[in-house]
């Protein structure tokens, strides 16, 4: 079969979320609703989740009360998309979050390792469909590699 025979079926954001509900996907698999698309994420290197750490402090402090600063949380940005961004900031607190997911981000970062061209063609386009500006570029984490382990 030929790729441009292939039918796709492209999904809601409610029925995702009725997919999660229900169990269909196993505990912390890591799956996102990209333009109404299920995409599987890549494996987190060591360099990846430390560089997400590292944001997402320097953020809480930079924001403080009255923002929650999400480490990949997912966002109800659009009826056919809800990302996982690597860290949003958004406003309120994490209380505020418990019926249902935040649409509104304020600041949206992705640390992009080995996805950046995903990053930049399909992510960029959603948050800017969606009214939100997502702004890519190098960040200097200040991470030193000793003995085969990242260091501050």
């Known amino acids: 079969m030929r ?6 079926r492209r999904w809601k954001r409610v029925e995702y979320e009725q997919l999660i509900e229900k169990g269909i996907f196993l505990p912390g698999e890591r799956i996102e609703l990209i333009d109404g698309l299920l995409v599987v994420a890549e494996p987190q290197s060591s360099l990846h989740f430390t560089a997400v750490r590292l944001v997402e402090r320097a953020l809480a402090r930079a ?55 995903f990053d930049r063609v399909h992510k960029s386009s959603l948050y800017a469909r969606a009214g939100r500006a997502l702004t890519f570029g190098a960040l200097r984490l200040g991470l030193q590699r000793r003995g085969g382990s990242a260091s501050r």
């Open 63 to 117: 924001f403080g009360a009255g923002w929650d600063v999400r480490a990949q949380g997912p966002i109800a940005l659009d009826d056919t998309s809800e990302p996982e961004p690597d860290v949003a900031v958004v406003r309120g607190e994490l209380r505020d979050y418990v019926e249902a997911h935040p649409a509104d981000p304020v600041l949206v970062v992705e640390v992009s390792i080995t996805s950046l061209d």
């Open 3 to 8: 790729e441009q025979d292939l039918q796709i």
